[in-house]
């Protein structure tokens, strides 16, 4: 076997930058983990199942190594991206039509679309996944939650002889996943560090309860709404700090902007009736407000509930979002009126489309690669909004995005400023 060429893969389209590698070294672990196991079980490709493979390194190195009908599962929309076209570049999958999607093999890969012989069989975190399957390889995720809900999932569903191979960097691992794996694996093994990786196995599946842990709920009365987080999604069933202060603004400044009228208020869009007496917020009649990266779907949700003639799209690049915020509508009736879609930067959406775009981006301190998650939004919304529409943002008070949203979107200005957040309104310029 010729050594797989990890060096070729790519993260697009997610950020790249020199100090982001597409694969690392537990990657490797867990691919020569694998494929001494499945020498020594004789398992095939449908045996095993892959779980938080980033762009394709553990997947695609095992396809090169023979393996067909590889189970997998990843959760975000551009890492779903960059293995596909990772794989076309290696020659794995047939080339893309001009339109980018042909038969099966294109971004919109789906487990039903993959067909017989396919190289690998995309799947959700469910059931399909893992019926059967007696070796699960996972990228230990970030969140305990999020381990704990695929830990859940494998116990439920994979066959009783499975042995989970978890791994991690060991600067990020800590005692309380060996702790989360034990509450559904009888026996948990920690591994010698190698290459600073380490793999954790796991065996002898628990019984597990009845109904799957996730997703959690959670009422919050003071937005009168019901919020639903699988293990993944950002702050589980809570509210952010920061979010909080964006739906405090929504909810009341926002309306008194609409209510000084549309030259204030909404450039280019005709408003409400605004006095009402149901306690509703005025909005504007028909309008299309998108929730770029709604994790949960608080925004969203809030929204839907306090503007009644909105129609509202939340949408996310995490799987887990998605399945939350679809979870979060339906448990406040308002499924009905709030699309969720599940894409990177809401792509998939129209130029021009929204009149508001509601914002809370990915926040990290310090590196301008963590940086570029953000702007990446701020263009999108950009993309997004017609002239004149609205981009309300929060952020930490320490990251000077004013002047990137001026830059990327139009007019900027500050709404609401706390010691630890800030909320701006961007009016996106004449296109
Ligand atoms: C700080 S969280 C905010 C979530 C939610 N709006 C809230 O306020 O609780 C940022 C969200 O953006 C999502 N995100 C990051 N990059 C994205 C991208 N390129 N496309 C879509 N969603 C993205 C993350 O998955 C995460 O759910």
């Known amino acids: ?146 381990l704990a809900e695929i830990a859940d999932a494998v116990a439920r569903w994979a066959a009783d002889d499975v042995v989970l191979i978890a791994g991690g960097r060991v600067k990020h691992m800590t005692l309380a996943q060996n702790e989360i794996l034990a509450r559904s694996f009888a026996r948990v093994q920690p591994q010698r560090a190698e290459r600073k990786s380490r793999l954790i196995v796991a065996e002898d599946p628990r019984d597990v309860p009845e109904a799957p842990p996730f997703p959690v709920r959670e009422t919050h009365p003071e937005f009168g709404v019901t919020l639903a987080a699988h293990g993944g999604a950002f702050a589980g069933a809570r509210i952010d700090v920061g979010t909080r202060v964006l739906l405090d603004v929504l909810t009341d400044r926002r309306s008194q902007l609409l209510m000084d009228g549309p030259g ?42 306090t503007h009644p003639d909105a129609r509202v799209i939340a949408t996310d690049r995490s799987a887990a979002a998605v399945a939350s915020a679809r979870a979060t509508m339906a448990a406040n009736g ?54 004149g529409g609205e981009l309300w943002t929060v952020y930490n008070s320490s990251l000077a995005y004013k002047g990137e949203l001026t830059r990327r979107v139009g007019r900027t200005e500050q709404v609401h400023r706390t010691p630890k957040f800030t909320v701006t309104r961007s009016i996106r310029s004449e296109r």
Not at 54 to 80: E, K, M, N, S
Not at 278 to 305: P, R, W
Not at 344 to 371: E, I, K, Q, R
């Open 1 to 146: 076997m010729s050594e797989f060429p990890y060096e070729r893969l790519r993260r697009f389209p997610d950020v790249e930058a020199p100090e982001l590698q597409a694969h690392d070294a537990t990657d490797l672990l867990l691919v020569e983990r694998c494929l001494a196991h499945v020498a020594d079980h004789d398992l095939t490709g449908s045996d095993i199942a892959v779980i938080g493979d980033g762009y394709g390194a553990i997947t695609l190195a095992l396809v090169d190594a023979g393996l067909r009908g590889i189970r997998l599962h990843q959760d975000l929309a551009t890492g779903r991206r960059a293995l596909v076209r990772n794989a076309e570049e290696l020659g794995m999958l047939r080339t893309l039509d001009a339109d980018g999607a042909s038969a099966g093999v294109g971004p919109g890969l789906t487990a039903s679309s993959a067909g017989d012989g396919a190289p690998f069989v995309p799947h959700e975190l469910d059931a399909a996944l893992l019926t059967g399957v007696r070796l699960v390889l996972l990228q230990l995720p970030k969140a305990l939650a999020e």
């Open 264 to 305: 204030d208020a909404r450039e280019g869009a005709d408003s409400a009736d605004c006095g009402r007496s149901d306690g509703q917020i005025c909005g504007v009649v028909n309008e299309i407000v998108i929730d770029l990266g709604c994790g949960t779907g608080v925004l969203a949700a809030v929204y839907a509930l």
């Open 334 to 387: 308002v499924a009905d009126r709030v699309q969720v879609t599940h894409d990177d930067a809401g792509s998939d959406l129209p130029d021009a489309s929204a009149d508001v775009v509601l914002l809370n981006p990915p926040f990290h301190l310090g590196t301008s690669v963590h940086t570029a998650a953000a702007t990446r939004l701020f263009d999108a919304a950009a993309r997004l909004l017609r002239s």
